[in-house]
């Protein structure tokens, strides 16, 4: 069980991000693989594959900076909660 509110928001938006991106990644990966199957070599495989690097990068990116927002609301939460409990002594 949680400890504290922050912590099941944190735990509950974590596994969130974690199904979304499981869920998208292999659709995105089949979909460049269909689109490159025919063209291998060619200047629009090339574009292709810098277009599908870029898409998981800012996946990664977006991921990371969700994670570091999280954190920074997370820790804001326990100062309230902590200075909430010292109110109600």
Known sequence: MAT????AIASNTAAGVVEGV???????WEYVKEEAKGLLHSKAAKRGSYIASGVVFALVYGLMARGRRLARIEEKLEVVVDEVAD???
């Open 4 to 7: 504290s509110l922050g912590t």
């Open 22 to 28: 499981e869920i998208a990644a292999p659709i995105a």
């Open 87 to 89: 109110e109600d002594d």
